[in-house]
């Protein structure tokens, strides 16, 4: 008769042959998201520590506005700003993002992509609306910069599909 195992003993051949079928049945029955690598990618290219995350706090399927394209707009909350958008589906296969921030302010708004795809930077007005248009579907992440000389936190917003 063999001994029981104990918890403090190292895993051995059998151990680690029952670990390994149960992860493949996990994975089968609830695998990662196929973006999962982009999503941490994202966020660990945050290299500033001060920043503040925003959350979504809703998400609307507005329908098509003209012809086939798709209306989305998102509300992002952060302590010291909100961030509405719409994203519009173009015909040509591209989105256009038209965006308000809350309070208003002529800041940098910079729509960060997976890398090795470049940002696309655009200045808010001062009520705080910006467009950023011509932008491929995919993964991205909105990173609000303070005003010049402001010190205060970049809000950022988590990975969003567009």
């Known amino acids: ?25 996990l994975t089968r029955l609830d695998p990662p998201p196929a973006d999962l ?6 966020v660990l290219a945050l290299d500033d520590v001060d920043r503040e995350v925003a959350r979504l706090r809703e998400e609307q399927l507005v329908g098509a506005v003209r012809g086939t394209e798709r209306t989305r707009t998102l ?8 961030v509405m958008i719409t994203v519009v589906d173009r015909p040509d296969g591209l989105v256009r ?6 309070p208003g ?6 729509l960060r992509h997976p890398a090795p795809d470049p940002s696309q930077t655009v200045e808010s007005d001062a ?9 491929p579907h995919g993964l991205a992440q909105l990173v609000v910069h303070p005003a ?3 010190h205060a936190p970049q809000v950022v ?6």
């Open 1 to 25: 008769m063999t001994a029981p195992h104990s918890a403090d003993q190292p895993l051995d051949d059998l151990d680690q042959a029952i670990l390994d079928q149960l992860a493949a049945i």
């Open 37 to 42: 690598d982009d999503r941490a990618r994202l």
């Open 75 to 82: 509300t992002f909350d952060a302590e010291s700003r909100t």
């Open 97 to 102: 993002i038209d965006g308000w921030l809350a």
């Open 105 to 110: 302010a002529a800041v940098r708004v910079e």
């Open 127 to 135: 009520s705080g609306r910006f467009v950023l248009d011509g932008v």
């Open 148 to 150: 010049r000389g402001v």
């Open 157 to 162: 917003t988590p990975a969003l599909a567009l």
